[in-house]
């Protein structure tokens, strides 16, 4: 079956500019997670989606904010992007109506945002 | 913060073994252990976990000690597409969704012909 896809897969806005990524799950899976990755802070995690309800959130500015769809898909938005912002943006996607609790994440290539 | 500990770097003969250790003595009862690996810029590949027995799959073997404060993820025959970042991450997976997945540094192993 397909993988998470997101797009786009790169991107380059300016400084101050808002931006919306987009990640669509496997088939089935539920739950939405996005994280960022940038070389000096690893991978974070932004926030998680399950049934179209934010049911984590990490520690970012209030710039940073996301929605899932009936579908399941789920969009991040960033506003008023800044320099550090700068980073690839990946979606994961899990947990299939009927699995157990301690299923896996599967991630999607991801979005390389570049602020300039 | 991340609640493992994981050396930053390990090399490995390509065909022999690689086995990547992983400390993580504050485990709870009801926290799992997870593998992922990412290879450059791509996407983590979850790879396998447990929670208190040992587990095999195609990809690799994950030993998991006796009193659950430690695991060595092993990849059998290490070839050079093994070469990646790897992540042992401890989790509670929750009901409504899952409970994110708190990634440290890693392991940056590096398989050698």
């Known amino acids: 079956k397909a993988g998470v896809t997101q797009t786009p897969r790169y991107l380059i806005k300016t400084r101050g500019q808002q931006v919306t990524l987009s990640c669509s799950p496997i088939s089935g899976h539920r739950s939405v997670s996005w994280y960022q990755q940038t070389p000096g802070q690893g991978l974070q995690f932004l926030f998680e989606?399950?049934?179209?309800?934010?049911?984590n959130k990490g520690n970012f500015p209030g710039r940073f904010s996301g929605r899932q769809f009936s579908n399941s898909r789920s969009e991040m938005n960033v506003s008023t992007l800044e320099l550090g912002d700068s980073a690839l943006y990946l979606c994961?996607?899990?947990?299939?109506?009927?699995?157990?609790?301690?299923?896996?994440?599967?991630f999607g290539q991801g979005t390389r945002l570049t602020v300039v | 913060d991340a609640k493992t500990t994981q050396p930053p770097s390990m090399d490995c003969a390509e065909g022999r073994a690689a086995n990547l250790p992983c400390n993580h003595s504050?485990?709870?009862?009801?926290?799992?252990v997870y593998w992922y690996r990412q290879i450059h810029s791509q996407g983590p590949q979850y790879i396998i976990h447990?929670?208190?027995n040992n587990e095999t799959n195609e990809m690799a073997s994950l030993i998991i000690t006796e009193d659950r404060k430690s695991s060595t993820l092993i990849l059998p025959h290490a070839t050079l597409r093994d070469t990646a970042v790897y992540y042992c991450i401890v989790r509670v997976p929750g009901f409504s969704g899952n409970t994110p997945l708190v990634f440290g540094k890693g392991t940056r192993l590096s398989v050698i012909a």
């Open positions: 447990g929670l208190k």
């Open positions: 994961a996607s899990s947990f299939s109506i009927g699995q157990a609790m301690n299923t896996e994440a599967f």
């Open positions: 989606y399950f049934s179209e309800t934010q049911r």
């Open positions: 504050t485990i709870s009862g009801n926290e799992y």
